[in-house]
Structures are given as C-alpha cells and as structure tokens.
C-alpha cells in the first residue's frame, strides 16, 4: 500500500507544468509499439504497456494531427467516433462476460489555462490523442489515476464525444 501511495505521490508532483513539446512520438514509431489489438487505414489500437487493469487499451487515429483532448473542435468528431466504434469492438470482442460497470474509457487531460498565465498541469505523457480503455482496473489507479470524480485530470470518452457533437 505504501508503494503504491509513494508512486502516486511521485506521479502528481512530476506532472508537466509547463508548455512542453515532444519532437518524437511514441505511437508514430511503430517499433516502439507493443501489441497491436486493432487497426484499420485511420485507427490503432494497442495493448499499454503499463496495464492498469485486466486489460488496458490505447486507441488512437494513425495519424498525429491531434495533440490532445484540449485541441478538439467539430472537425473531430469522425475521427472520435471511429475511435468510439474501436472501443466497442474490443468490448464485444475481448469482454463478453465484463459488465460496463467494470470498464472505464476516456482521456488524460493536456494543459489548458486556468487563470491568465497559470495552467493546469498537463497530464499526458505522450502528444498523440489517445483513448484509454481499461477493463476491470486497479482500484487505487481508478481512483487517484483515472478519477472519474476529477475533471481537471480525466474525462470520460462519452463526456468529450458530446462536446465535439455540440461544437459540429
């Protein structure tokens, strides 16, 4: 327990705080991929190396045009619901006896601005959009990792979904 508290509290106090710029791109480099699950000509969909549950998908467009969640506007929304139908793919392909209770899917928040030149910090680790898809995860990374009760670090995939609809 108190391994697991110590890496929590090393996560929060290493987030980027600052505007940070990746020159190179895990998801793009293919040899650095692990197991591919799913793809298509415009969607990837790979198994994390860091599994945070039984099984722990990382669904993404091919490619890097989108940074982050924060960068999403209405010309968005057929790549997420391309994403979205992947998801329920590897649901209804891997999780038939999994009830959705048990599944948790959505997206680590990037740096936005809070109040003039102060931001939130910026959560994910690597600049390409991506959806996690998480079956029956850890419950102390459910609760400190993918809080659901928190916004300011994840939201969920149906909450980003219906802003981009709105913005159509």
Known sequence: MWSAM?????YLANLEWTERVQHACTFC????LTKIVYEDDDILAIENRRL????????????????????????????????????????????????????????HRGRRPLLGNIYYPDI?????????????PR??????????????MWKSDVAVLKEVRRLV
């Open 139 to 152: 419950w102390i990374l459910r609760v400190f990792k993918y809080p659901a009760w928190l916004p300011l």
């Open 52 to 107: 945070a549950g039984e099984s722990h998908w990382l669904i993404m467009p091919k490619t890097h045009g989108i940074r982050d969640i924060e960068a999403l506007n209405g010309e968005h929304l057929d790549t997420l619901q391309a994403m979205d139908r992947v998801k329920n793919h590897l649901i209804a392909q891997h999780c038939t006896d999994v009830p959705s209770s048990a599944i948790i899917s959505g997206y």
């Open 6 to 10: 110590k890496r929590i509290f090393n």
């Open 29 to 32: 480099d293919r040899s650095k």
């Open 124 to 136: 994910i680790s690597i600049h390409h959009l991506h959806l996690h898809v998480i079956v029956r």
